[in-house]
């Protein structure tokens, strides 16, 4: 794609000195990669420390554990992705037993349709595709089943994630995970709800972002 | 922007004292929260040792990465734009912008859009820009300009901002509580999100490897910015591109460790193309515009190049004792503090912006905690060697516009003192007798603005040497 | 306190211009202490200025011209200790990049490498042990920024201020923060200088010092001049006289 302005500019920068500079070299691994107790122990202790709540669940109890939490607000509507196995699963759960609970609201169409919605919603479960322990942070990787601005628009964003999922450091999920063969769309880190110190430094959370990220991790 | 004299604004900044005590009381806690967070000393220098190799090793690769960078974001659905200039670069967003019938657009911040002055250029085109940062949200109230690289309104306290909302946001009432008045920007700009239909962003990092582009914020209007409209428009300085995605956990944990001393911030967000088959949101349309404006000029020399190393975390800032004392408005340019003292003169030219070159004491606190080691004091040294040579064409615009006589000629006075040994004892002899005599003016009068009258010592160090008989070989 | 490296029987003294002018008493101390260890000192009356000033004011052609004599003069191959973190810092630190490409280039770094700054070298060269006669004072330190980011000595100067038994250390709150000399910064920005050395006064004044201690006399004299035109009552001092004071008991 050729533009007077790139070559211009390219020509410009090819025309400089040249320096030899190697790739630096990789920092060596952590000594002993932490047990999954503690990688799990040390991203609970850094997600609450920047205000989310994380519950620790054994796998097949987490949906009950979801409809508790959510029993215990009061919310009218969860936005989720109809498409994906926990989707299956809170639908089926929901069948069941939806007595308390907010109305399932699938995303299961462009946002130019469901934009509305979107906005009023009250919250949107995720699933989370790992989460790294170093930085106290989530993965989400929104594809076609599951809508960035799930994890984004509502007030609350509840995420489900495999302790199993959980890397030591970012460049152990980036090398792990091949990331940097496959990129999506769009790929984010989250670790806690948002917040802004801008005013005289004072941190407050709930700015644009959710206003509380619910981390449920499954063992 | 520099109509006054940097000596001028600088003194009304120091006579400000709420301004100091605001910027005080700021830096202090930034400098507090970087300690805490790179509280391992011999660790922090590997990290920083590392943050610099991957900046070093990218930009020696320049031309070869952004050619990368164009295929890869190419490939994937990413439009690039080239801007040699910042009018370029405005040109090239409005035309996005008009192509779609727009008349508004959110921002995230983005100090480049600063450098273009993109928001004035926009408002004269009937565009109008809405600052999503709350920051920015504030100072954008108010018509002010951003004093800090992080931290827009960092020059002002809740009172001042309490005031600027309740006098500027419809329907705000006066408040000084920062949860309140988080959920009045909050509510005003929730609106902008779901009307406007295009999304402006910086870019801290482009990866030539995938083509991707990532983003670092902690409010979350930078992932509204770039994924609730169905356009999203990047703008990044053309030194923002690394090499590899390996690079950006070091290179992110420095960042944003400096910036405001996280171990992460809310949002990593790493953007890879627009909309693709099948997925239900995200902007349909990505631009990037990589802007030049002066970075291929600074290229050209090899030691000014590593002024391109920045990643804007602000740290040096933070850590100057000049920018804490004159706050940001006083640099009179886009980027304040000592980056702004070692950019603005190659950008803008000597001439212009050389000043700044020269208010810093060579304390060397900005460049000992600078991410990616930039060797400011260095560089303030060579724009100075810059502005008084009398070598011919070349090096930074304006080389040689400082030169004068009475400088040159107190100089070389100064030489010849200090390499004629008897020239020397005759003068500290002189000195030492009638020092208190010498003529109230120039250097002395403006020393003693601040400080009582220097007192020579009646015997020089050579003489009482010579007296105490102490060896010469 | 054992010494890092071996005793040399004989080194030279680079009393820097600001001393020479100034402070000579606090030359003269430094070099009684050497001495005292048992140490020939040379000093070689053609030396002047470590040529900073121009260096950093963008005169690099005067600031080699000035060095270069300072080259000829420290010559032999030993050490040459600087009663400044500051003049020391720019002879090893930067006399190797003043000189790159000349033919004095060699040179150059081979007297960066024989540079100490005086505290250091009484610590690590000398072992020196200390014994306070002194009446009771409380001081004051004040790190240059040289001596603290550039030469990284300030440790050494500390330890030997710990080693006087009746001197109480009281330690700035703002320690790191430059004191606003800069040579010809102050000159060229009065006004902001002038905030950083009232500032740095302000300090000095909370922590009850009756003297402030430094290894700088650029700063010292800086920081003497804020507090003189102020009226306030500390007083200033080189560290190597201050030193030579208490283990006389004046």
Redesign the interface.
């Known amino acids: ?1 050729s ?1 007077p ?2 070559d ?3 020509e ?13 070299e ?2 060596p691994p952590l000594a002993a990669a932490p047990d999954r107790g503690a990688r799990v122990a040390r991203l609970k202790s ?1 997600l609450e420390a ?1 205000r989310a709540e994380v519950h620790v669940v054994p796998s097949p109890e987490w949906l009950p554990r979801l409809k508790d939490l959510l029993r215990t607000r009061s919310l009218q509507t969860l936005v989720y992705a109809p498409d994906t196995s926990i989707g299956a699963a809170l639908r089926a759960a929901w069948e069941e037993d939806p007595s308390g609970l907010p109305a399932l609201l699938p ?1 299961d ?3 130019e349709a ?2 509305e919605t979107l ?1 009023a919603a009250d919250a949107a479960v995720t699933t989370a595709a790992g989460a ?1 322990a ?4 989530i993965i989400l990787r ?3 089943h599951e ?3 799930m994890s ?2 509502p007030p609350l964003h509840i995420a489900v994630l495999a302790a199993d999922a959980i890397y030591p ?3 152990d999920a ?2 792990e995970g091949g ?2 063969a496959d ?20 941190l ?1 959370f ?5 206003k509380e990220l619910v981390v449920l991790i499954l063992e | 922007m520099a109509t006054e004299s940097f000596e001028k604004r600088a003194d009304r900044a120091l006579g400000d004292a709420q301004l100091r005590r605001n910027f005080a009381f700021a830096m202090g806690n930034f400098i507090l929260k970087r300690q805490a967070v790179f509280s391992d000393a011999a660790e922090t220098e590997r990290l920083r040792a590392l943050g610099s190799a991957i900046k070093q090793r990218a930009l020696s690769r320049l031309p070869e990465l952004l050619t990368q960078l164009e295929a890869a974001c190419t490939r994937n659905g990413i439009r690039v734009h080239w801007a040699e200039t910042t009018a370029v670069a405005n040109r090239v967003v409005l035309e996005i912008i008009q192509s779609h019938a727009a008349s508004r657009v959110v921002k995230g911040k983005s100090m480049v859009s600063e450098e273009m002055h993109l928001n004035a250029f926009l408002a004269s085109h009937g565009i109008e820009a809405i600052e999503t940062d709350l920051g920015e949200f504030i100072i954008q109230l108010n018509g002010e300009t951003p004093s800090h690289i992080i931290v827009p309104a960092i020059h002002k306290n809740k009172a001042q901002i309490a005031k600027i909302f309740h006098e500027k946001v419809p329907g705000a009432p006066y408040t000084e509580e920062v949860a309140e008045l988080n959920a009045i920007a909050r509510r005003t700009l929730r609106r902008k999100f779901y009307e406007v239909g295009i999304g402006l962003s910086g870019v801290n990092f482009a990866v030539a490897e995938t083509g991707t582009l990532c983003l670092v914020e902690n409010e979350g209007n930078g992932r509204m910015c770039t994924t609730v409209p169905a356009v999203h428009i990047a703008v990044m300085g053309l030194e923002k591109v690394v090499e590899k995605l390996e690079d950006l956990p070091p290179l992110l944990r420095l960042l944003t460790g400096s910036a405001t001393g996280q171990l992460v911030t809310t949002y990593v967000n790493l953007i890879t193309s627009p909309r693709r088959e099948g997925e239900k949101d995200g902007p349909r349309e990505v631009h990037l515009v990589i802007l030049d404006n002066g970075r291929s000029r600074i290229y050209q020399d090899p030691q000014l190049r590593r002024t391109l190393q920045c990643v804007r975390c602000g740290t040096c800032l933070n850590h100057c004792p000049v920018y804490t004392r004159i706050g940001g408005h006083a640099y009179g340019f886009v980027y304040p503090g000592p980056i702004g003292q070692i950019l603005t003169p190659q950008v803008e030219g000597l001439e212009k912006a050389g000043e700044l070159a020269f208010a810093s004491s060579l304390c060397g606190a900005c460049e000992e905690v600078c991410p990616v080691k930039i060797p400011i004091t260095e560089l303030l040294r060579r724009l100075r060697d810059e502005s008084y040579s009398a070598a011919p064409d070349g090096g930074v615009p304006g080389r040689g516009c400082r030169q004068n006589l009475v400088e040159r000629l107190a100089w070389k006075g100064w030489e010849l003192l200090n390499t004629h040994p008897r020239l020397n004892r005759l003068a500290t002899a002189l000195l030492g007798r009638a020092g208190e005599y010498l003529p109230p003016g120039g250097p002395l009068e403006r020393w003693m603005r601040y400080r009582s009258q220097p007192q020579f010592a009646p015997r020089s160090l050579h003489r009482r040497i010579q007296e105490e008989g102490i060896p010469d070989e | 306190m054992t010494p890092e490296s071996a005793k040399p029987a004989k080194i030279y003294f680079f009393g820097t211009c600001l001393i020479d002018a100034f402070y000579p008493e606090a030359g003269l101390a430094a070099i009684r202490l050497i001495e005292r260890e048992g140490v020939r000192v040379v000093f070689p009356p053609g030396q002047s200025c470590c040529g900073q000033p121009a260096y950093n004011s963008g005169f690099p052609d005067q600031a080699r011209a000035v060095a270069r004599q300072q080259l000829r003069i420290f010559r032999q191959d030993i050490p040459v200790v600087v009663p400044s973190g500051s003049c020391a810092g720019m002879m090893k630190h930067h006399y190797p990049a003043l000189f790159a490409g000349t033919e004095e280039e060699a040179s150059a770094r081979a007297l960066a490498g024989r540079v100490f700054e005086w505290s250091e070298f009484m610590v690590r060269v000398l072992g020196v042990r200390y014994e306070d006669r002194g009446a009771p004072l409380r001081v004051t330190w004040h790190s240059s920024c040289h001596a603290l980011r550039e030469m990284k000595v300030v440790e050494f100067s500390k330890q030997l201020l710990r080693q006087l038994g009746n001197v109480e250390l009281a330690e700035l709150a703002r320690e790191r923060e430059c004191c606003g000399f800069g040579g010809t910064f102050s000159i060229k920005h009065p006004a902001i200088s002038g905030a950083l050395v009232n500032d740095k006064v302000d300090d000095i004044e909370r922590t009850g010092a009756e003297r402030v201690i430094g290894g700088d006399c650029g700063c010292l004299m800086n920081i003497a001049g804020a507090a003189g035109r102020r009226g306030l009552p500390f007083a200033e001092q080189h560290l190597a006289e201050f030193i030579w004071e208490r283990i006389h008991g004046d």
């Not at chain 1, 990129?183 to 004072?202: F, R």
């Open positions: 794609m533009s302005a790139r211009r500019i390219l410009r920068l090819q025309g400089a000195p040249r320096q030899e500079i190697p790739r630096p990789a920092p850094l920047m995303y169409r462009p946002v469901f934009k906005f790294v170093d930085a106290g942070a929104p594809d076609a809508p960035r601005l984004l628009v450091s970012l460049g980036l090398r990331w940097s990129m999506p769309t769009n790929l984010i880190l989250v670790s806690g709800p948002s917040k802004t110190a801008d005013i005289e430094l004072t407050a709930g700015v644009h972002g959710p």
